[in-house]
């Protein structure tokens, strides 16, 4: 059964830089063919998508994040990862990792969840 | 980008009634060629992600009790919670996946009266 697990620090300085790793187990990154997703929850409000990578390391950014963003992929350690730069205090959020359900496409809903990791930004 | 609205933002409905939600896209998710909708629906229970309950706005997800329907197209749609039980308590959100940047609504939260 396949399973995501977010980690990283729980508290990031504000200007400083966002870092998030998704470890994937029960599959492998590079033998299946989905773009695999970060989302994004602030305490108490709605879900933003972040963006999607690629095996081949093909992304899709949110233009609301875009300038600040980079997903990553690392299949030698079956991972993804996010980085955020330039944080403020409205990236204070529960950070998802996710696969999409339908391979090959990026425009799609997402079945599994990670957990989600709580990053909060604050000095 | 695809704006995603849903109402109500909350509401409570007794133990065996029905609950409704309404989820409008700003522009038709409905993929011609197909004639599929690009739209999914969500329960998220406190300290949980997401789980997903329906998708292509009306099918199922496995195991997905058949309480829960999802109808509608282009840009109009609701989910249906027939007979509401307990432990469908929760928030629900719908999200489009029919162009990037995905864009999920806002939530509706229905509670039991």
Known sequence: QLQLQESGPGLVKPSETLSLTCTVSGGSISSTFYYWGWIRQPPGKGLEWIGSIYYSGITYYNPSLESRVTISVDTSKNQFSLKLTSVTAADTAVYYCARPAVTGFPYNWFDPWGQGTLVTVSS | ?113
Not at chain 2, 45 to 61: C, E, G, H, N
Not at chain 2, 76 to 84: E, K, M, Q, W
């Open chain 2, 1 to 113: 980008d695809i704006v995603m609205t849903q109402s109500p933002d909350s509401l409570a409905v007794s133990l065996g009634e029905r609950a409704t939600i309404n989820c409008k896209s700003s522009q038709s998710v409905l993929h011609r060629p197909s004639n599929m909708n690009h739209l999914a629906w969500y329960q998220q229970k406190p300290r949980q992600p997401p789980k997903v309950l329906i998708y292509w706005a009306s099918t199922r997800d496995s195991g997905v009790p058949d309480r829960f329907s999802g109808s509608g197209s282009g840009t109009d749609f609701t989910l249906t919670i027939s007979n509401l039980q307990a432990e469908d308590a929760a928030v629900y959100y719908c999200q489009q996946y029919y162009k990037t940047p995905l864009t999920f609504g806002g939530g509706t939260k229905v509670e039991i009266k």
